[in-house]
């Protein structure tokens, strides 16, 4: 049997259907352990199911995987479902069952529990300093706002004094925001590194110039298993960073890098080529990149870059050696 799960935060719209695709059951689940593994258990032990990756995806995964095989579905490359007409839970529900039984799934990768851990200790440090981003900035719109310029370069010793003393109670909010956030970020920073001195990958990663223990953790847990990229090229387009490609009628065009797969992946590749170019001003990449800069402009550069580190990271990580520049 073929089974099709559409999730919902509150329930699970299923859907079953046999070797030959007739429908044979469907039926709404509520969202719990229990009945979970109730609608679980009285499925056939060779019973296929696939279920589409949402925010709600990982906990339903874990209980269905211990009797049956899942897959996880890629729901932007679904397109009988993205693209259909006629959307409710059901049909999407159904339509998942059917592409199961006939191969045509999109899979989505599932890394190991340590993996998804990783990800989720440097994905919770990045929103803690988006946070503390978003309190400062309301700082200076404050100060905008009334006009008051403050001398010392912003947020340091000096700077956060100053501020204490214009007396404005949501300014001092704020600042009372921004050191709670610092605490937290400085607890999961000392844990971070602890991860990463324990980790074979990250600390081989860390022998790259500008990379150091939060950035390596960081793209462990986005590319997981770096054996599952038959190259270099593929990690590059699992980052968003390869171009993308229009083919019509003999014309090939290639416009801006696709910007799909891991956003944390390409942004943080980003980051770590700024500090290589800064660190190794005479590297064949600080190169790259000015060349590039001149004639394409220093945002271009900068992406073509760091699609040339990733390039190097994945070798460092294929070959399980420290960087040697």
Same mark, same amino acid.
């Given at each position: 049997?073929?089974?099709?799960?559409?999730?919902?935060?509150?329930?699970?719209?299923?859907?079953?259907?046999?070797?030959?695709? *007739?429908?044979?059951?469907?039926?709404?689940?509520?969202?719990?352990?229990?009945?979970?593994?109730?609608?679980?258990?009285?499925?056939?032990?060779?019973?296929?199911?696939?279920?589409?990756?949402?925010?709600?995806?990982?906990?339903?995964?874990?209980?269905?995987?211990?009797?049956?095989?899942?897959?996880?579905?890629?729901?932007?490359?679904?397109?009988?479902?993205?693209?259909?007409?006629?959307?409710?839970?059901?049909?999407?529900?159904?339509?998942?069952?059917?592409?199961?039984?006939?191969?045509?799934?999109?899979?989505?990768?599932?890394?190991?529990?340590?993996?998804?851990?990783?990800?989720?200790?440097?994905?919770?440090?990045?929103?803690?300093?988006?946070?503390?981003?978003?309190?400062?900035?309301?700082?200076?719109?404050?100060?905008?706002? *009334?006009?008051?310029?403050?001398?010392?370069?912003?947020?340091?010793?000096?700077?956060?004094?100053?501020?204490?003393?214009?007396?404005?109670? *949501?300014?001092?909010?704020?600042?009372?925001?921004?050191?709670?956030?610092?605490?937290?970020?400085?607890?999961?920073?000392?844990?971070?590194?602890?991860?990463?001195?324990?980790?074979?990958?990250?600390?081989?990663?860390?022998?790259?110039?500008?990379?150091?223990?939060?950035?390596?953790?960081?793209?462990?847990?986005?590319?997981?298993?770096?054996?599952?990229?038959?190259?270099?090229?593929?990690?590059?387009?699992?980052?968003?960073?390869?171009?993308?490609?229009?083919?019509?009628?003999?014309?090939?065009?290639?416009?801006?890098?696709?910007?799909?797969?891991?956003?944390?992946?390409?942004?943080?590749?980003?980051?770590?080529?700024?500090?290589?170019?800064?660190?190794?001003?005479?590297?064949?990449?600080?190169?790259?990149?000015?060349?590039?800069?001149?004639?394409?402009?220093?945002?271009?550069?900068?992406?073509?870059?760091?699609?040339?580190?990733? *390039?190097?990271?994945?070798?460092?990580?294929?070959?399980?050696?420290?960087?040697?520049?």
């Amino acid at each position: 049997m073929f089974v099709g799960l559409d999730l919902h935060k509150n329930y699970l719209q299923a859907a079953v259907v046999d070797d030959e695709g *007739r429908l044979l059951k469907q039926q709404r689940i509520p969202n719990t352990e229990e009945d979970i593994e109730t609608f679980s258990t009285h499925l056939n032990n060779n019973s296929e199911i696939v279920i589409e990756s949402s925010s709600t995806w990982y906990h339903a995964y874990e209980l269905l995987t211990k009797h049956h095989h899942v897959i996880l579905s890629n729901p932007v490359k679904t397109k009988a479902i993205a693209s259909a007409k006629v959307k409710t839970d059901k049909v999407d529900a159904v339509t998942l069952a059917q592409l199961l039984r006939g191969g045509y799934i999109p899979e989505c990768y599932i890394p190991p529990r340590r993996i998804m851990d990783l990800r989720e200790i440097v994905r919770y440090r990045a929103s803690l300093v988006r946070m503390r981003v978003d309190a400062k900035n309301k700082i200076h719109a404050i100060l905008l706002m *009334r006009g008051i310029r403050i001398e010392p370069k912003p947020f340091t010793k000096d700077f956060v004094e100053e501020l204490r003393k214009i007396g404005d109670y *949501r300014i001092d909010g704020y600042l009372a925001v921004i050191a709670s956030l610092n605490e937290q970020i400085n607890s999961v920073s000392r844990k971070i590194k602890q991860e990463a001195t324990e980790d074979e990958n990250t600390k081989l990663l860390t022998t790259i110039p500008g990379v150091g223990y939060y950035s390596a953790l960081l793209i462990t847990g986005e590319i997981g298993d770096v054996n599952r990229f038959p190259d270099s090229h593929h990690l590059c387009s699992y980052a968003g960073l390869t171009p993308s490609t229009h083919s019509s009628g003999g014309v090939t065009y290639h416009g801006a890098i696709t910007r799909t797969g891991s956003k944390y992946l390409r942004w943080i590749l980003t980051e770590c080529t700024k500090a290589y170019i800064r660190t190794e001003k005479e590297s064949d990449l600080a190169e790259f990149y000015r060349r590039l800069a001149k004639k394409r402009g220093a945002s271009k550069a900068s992406v073509a870059s760091a699609s040339k580190l990733l *390039r190097i990271v994945y070798w460092v990580l294929k070959e399980k050696r420290p960087y040697h520049g």
